[in-house]
């Protein structure tokens, strides 16, 4: 379902230097996978996840997305797919901090191009109540612990009904107990809903819940 | 329309949250507002009060004051020094084919006893013409009559503000004495309200009416300080001015006295006002354009402290034109807000100053501040928000 193509991600620092954040790799990841990208830091994961979550474009080679080449794509046709398509999760939560939870959660639906067929508000009270956040809604992010803000972001994903998740360090900021729920989650959201999920982690014990693992090293997938 | 609330509602929770930086941006906006509103409100009311006195007149009046009216010498200093009129100008304008009425004015002040205080006042006097010529009505009682004029009776017509003030009520003020420099007259009646007065100009509501015969007590040169007439609405006004113009060149010179529509003083007073606006707004355009500046220059630094959201907003779906919305709508509501607490200072202003000088606030200058502070809004804000709106997604998200 996401395609990258010997994609190259580079930058010139001068005039005879250029620094390749990610040398030439191919990934795709398929329908209702589970995938772990494993690296240490600055191996390059990072900027391939942000290339696979459509926020950065590839210096060379192509992204595609259900057969659909994001070279041909303006700005806003990209905003969209990343609106319809993608479910962003975080390491720091990266939730909005003067919008209540339940604006949290709605937020990408005020983006939506396209007609819902269901009402988003009932969908996140919905959600909220199968994630044990109910009387959580009108709680601003600080007032909440860092486990419930990170299913704060998980809903905020799923709240346009993604095809995939990806995830970036999603258990980065959490206790491990607190991490190894999240992950459960994800893994549930895999199994029962046939969401895509790929994380990215530099931690092995978070990479082995994926079905699959490709190890980023030295920019380079191996 | 929803997403509209939801942008305008988490602006003002950025405001509400830093209220200090908020209220110090939005301040220029407010004091420009301020200004253009409060200043407008008293030029407006100054030329409404001006314009009233002399629309009561109607269209065919005319006035002869002493000394040149209209001219570079100005209105009030030539008609209070120059030569004054008499019996005999009055005769000869009676004269006049084309004047329907006239009456001559002049005017006696001093203090006025009535049965509950006594009051600083002005007796105007004048022909029973003059009600008609200046379009009073009688509330109370009755106007004087040419019988009165002729038989020299001691009798006032009173504005109501003084008959209140003097004798407690309306009702009790009519047919009763009152003592203006110790000669008694009778109350025949009162007239209802002009409204106006406060500055300078005649406040007719304060004032006594009484024959002008009965004047001459206190003035044995028997003088009038100008005429006023009503003239003929079938011939040309300017054949009528050429008239009472020939009839006053008999004993005076060119120079000497003054023929004038209350249309040409109310041309004077507009092109006044129309200069005097103008500069006013210019002034308040400069603290507006300050203001202006202050809220972009709060908006570059808001665009700087927002990169995480704009690239997590970026990052779950919002285009370019989201953000750019999102920022000017900010921008704007941070102008409105000024202009709103500028306009709400002002109205305080107005209502403060209005019990001694006729401000008056007008649809125009209320929508005027509001429209000018949203387009600041939006000229100040597009470039700070054009900013944001142009981030990139990946360099904004990994901000701290």
């Known amino acids: 379902m996401i395609k990258l193509d010997k994609v190259v991600k580079s930058y010139k620092i001068d005039e005879e ?11 795709e990841i398929k329908d209702k996978e589970f995938v772990s990208i494993i690296g240490p830091s600055g191996s390059g994961k990072s900027t391939l996840m942000h290339l696979i979550g459509l926020l950065d474009k590839p210096s060379q080679g192509e992204i595609i997305v259900q057969g659909r080449k994001i070279s041909g794509l303006n700005d806003d046709e990209i905003s969209s797919l990343r609106n319809e398509f993608i479910g962003f999760v975080f390491q720091q939560f990266n939730l909005i901090p003067k919008l209540t939870v339940l604006e949290n959660i709605l937020l990408p639906s005020f983006y939506a191009r396209k007609k819902l067929e269901y009402d988003p508000k009932e969908k996140a009270l919905g959600l909220i109540k199968r994630f044990g956040l109910q009387g959580k809604e009108k709680s601003y992010p600080n007032k909440i612990s860092g486990g419930q803000q990170q299913r704060v972001a998980i809903l905020r994903a799923l709240i346009m009904e993604p095809k995939m998740i990806l995830a970036d360090e999603p258990t980065g900021n959490l206790d491990s107990k ?13 199994e029962e809903e046939k969401i895509t999920i790929a994380i990215v982690t530099h931690e092995a014990d978070i990479a082995k819940y994926g079905k699959r693992i490709i190890n980023v090293k030295d920019g380079r997938v191996v | 329309m929803t997403y509209f609330f939801f ?5 003002l929770e950025d405001f509400r949250r830093s209220k200090m930086q908020t209220f110090l941006t939005s301040l220029g906006i407010l004091i420009g507002v301020f200004a253009v509103v409060t200043l407008t409100a008293m030029g407006l009311g100054l030329k409404k ?37 008499d019996l005999k100008d009055l005769n000869s304008l009676k004269r006049v084919r084309s ?47 040419k019988r009165d004029v002729d038989k020299r009776t001691k ?19 009519l047919d009763k004495k009152v003592s203006i420099d110790n000669v008694s007259f009778t109350i025949i009646g009162v007239i209802k309200s002009k409204g106006g007065g406060g500055f300078g100009g005649p406040d007719y509501d304060s004032y006594f009416f009484g024959p002008y015969t009965t004047g001459f007590i206190f003035d044995p040169d028997k003088k009038f300080i100008r005429f006023a007439m009503k003239t003929d609405e079938n011939i040309n006004i300017a054949t009528v001015k050429e008239e ?5 060149l008999k004993r005076y010179k060119d120079d000497e006295f003054s023929i004038v529509e209350p249309t040409e003083i109310l041309s004077v007073v507009n092109g006044i006002f129309g200069i005097l606006n103008l500069v006013l707004v210019a ?12 809220i972009m220059n709060i908006m570059y630094v808001t665009v700087s402290d927002k990169t995480k959201e704009v690239g997590i907003r970026r990052a779950i779906g919002a285009r370019k034109n989201d953000i750019l919305f999102q920022f000017i709508v900010e921008a704007v509501a941070l102008s409105i807000l000024g202009g709103a607490l500028g306009l709400g200072l002002a109205y305080i202003g107005i209502l403060f100053v209005q019990p001694f000088f006729p401000a008056y606030m007008d649809v125009t200058s209320v929508t005027l501040a509001l429209g000018v502070s949203s387009a600041i809004g939006i000229i100040f804000g597009v470039l700070p928000a054009r900013k944001a709106a142009n981030l990139e997604p990946v360099e904004a998200i990994r901000y701290e």
């Open chain 2, 283 to 294: 002034i308040a355009s400069i603290s507006l354009l300050v203001g202006g500046i202050g």
């Open chain 2, 244 to 248: 009472v113009k020939n009839a006053m």
């Open chain 2, 99 to 145: 004047v329907k009425s006239i009456t001559p004015l002049s005017s006696k002040s001093g203090t006025a006893k009535g049965t509950k205080k006594s009051e600083f006042s002005t007796i105007f006097f004048s022909s029973d013409a003059f009600f008609d010529i200046s379009g009073f009505e009688i509330d109370k009682g009755r106007f004087f009559d």
């Open chain 2, 155 to 173: 009798v006032l017509i009173a504005g109501p503000k003084i008959a209140e003030k003097l004798f407690g009520s309306i009702n009790e003020a």
């Open chain 2, 49 to 85: 009060y001006i314009s009233d006195q002399f629309d009561a007149l109607g269209t065919n009046t005319l006035f002869v004051a002493p000394g040149k009216l209209l001219e570079s010498r100005g209105m009030g200093a030539s008609s209070l020094l120059g030569n004054r009129f």
């Open chain 1, 178 to 190: 607190t991490g190894t729920e999240i992950m459960k989650l994800l893994k549930t959201l895999n």
């Open chain 2, 7 to 11: 942008i305008i509602k988490s602006a």
């Open chain 1, 17 to 27: 230097t250029t620094f390749y954040a990610l040398k030439e790799s191919s990934v």
